[in-house]
């Protein structure tokens, strides 16, 4: 009896992971028309100082599948990447953002999301750079997020490929801190500009002292190393309060703003209220 409850369980089991890799497969086949066939979208997400003057917005892609709805970037980011699907993907998202903060009357910085696969294959540089000249953006204004990854893969070429980047004007940020597995040896190895806290750390603020301990560390060492210090998913007043109280530059979080369609947040990037769809609504109550 244990035998055929064993088998039963292995035929589940096995139907199972043939539902899974054909959905897999479904999602793949979408996703390679989803660029051309416009489901693709940017949202986003606010970023403030100290005083809580938004100061940047970081771009976040969304794919609004036809039949599926929204589907979140962590399940189609990893098939886009194994794909190569990136390629394309982050192309469009790099174009698009900086199009968008081209178009902006403040003069605030653009963060986009770079995959370690966008920095193995092609060339990130000279993409960025026919970008930045396409779209007129000024180089300071746009931010490139990395994470460690990138570095883990092949050091001397990432970090090459850094350096041609940082040349032509742009920033570079460190996504995710503390998340990854190499050591901390390469903080000073490579200059980033600036670092940012993973939302993990943040959502640990006050639950133990341990974690009130990595976070003051964190900050630390991004302030003696004379980085930028952001810090991600900021959602209550007692996680922002004490991340300045612990000196981190910026914050970014639901607390501060969701990530929305830019039409949302006219107002931060300077666009006349007529453009705004807030505003308008505003007025009309
Ligand atoms: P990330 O770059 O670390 O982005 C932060 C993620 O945290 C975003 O999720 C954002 O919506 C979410 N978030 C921000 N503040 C809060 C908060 O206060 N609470 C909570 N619960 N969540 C918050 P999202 O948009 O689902 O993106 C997830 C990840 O997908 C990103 O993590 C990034 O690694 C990747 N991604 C998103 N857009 C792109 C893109 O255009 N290109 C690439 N290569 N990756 C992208
Ligand atoms: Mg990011
Ligand atoms: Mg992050
Ligand atoms: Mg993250």
């Given at each position: 009896r244990a035998r055929s409850d064993g088998h039963g369980v292995f035929r589940t089991f096995e139907a199972d992971m043939d539902r899974k890799l054909r959905e897999k497969r479904a999602l793949e086949q979408d996703l390679r028309s989803a660029l051309a066939a416009g489901e693709m979208a940017l949202h986003y997400q606010p970023q403030a100082d100290a005083t809580g003057e938004i100061v940047g917005f970081e771009a976040l892609i969304r794919w609004s599948h036809r039949t599926r709805g929204a589907v979140p970037p962590p399940e189609f980011i990893p098939l886009a990447e194994e794909t190569g699907l990136i390629i394309p993907i982050g192309e469009w998202v790099l174009r698009e953002a900086c199009r968008e903060a081209a178009s902006?009357?403040?003069p605030i910085h653009i963060a986009v999301n770079l995959s370690p696969v966008q920095f193995r294959q092609g060339d990130l540089p000279n993409l960025v750079h026919s970008v930045l000249l396409e779209t007129?953006?000024?180089?300071?204004?746009l931010e490139l997020e990395i994470t460690e990854g990138v570095l883990f893969d092949d050091f001397s070429r990432a970090s090459a490929t850094l350096r041609r980047l940082k040349s032509l004007g742009v920033k570079i940020a460190l996504d995710?801190?503390?998340?990854?597995?190499?050591?901390?040896?390469y903080l000073q190895a490579f200059p980033f500009d600036k670092i940012k806290i993973d939302k993990s750390f943040v959502w640990m603020i006050r639950k133990n002292a341990q974690s009130s301990a990595i976070i003051s560390a964190m900050v630390g060492l991004g302030r003696g190393l004379s980085m930028n210090i952001i810090a991600e998913g900021v959602e209550t007043l007692e996680q922002m309060n004490f991340l300045r109280e612990h000196g981190c530059h910026a914050l970014q979080g639901y607390l501060i703003g969701?990530?929305?369609?830019?039409e949302h947040y006219a107002k931060e990037i300077g666009r006349?209220?007529?453009?705004?769809r807030v505003a308008g609504r505003l007025r009309r109550q």
């Open positions: 902006w009357s403040k007129g953006l000024a180089p300071g204004r995710d801190f503390g998340t990854g597995y190499s050591s901390l040896s969701r990530p929305q369609p830019i006349a209220a007529a453009d705004s």
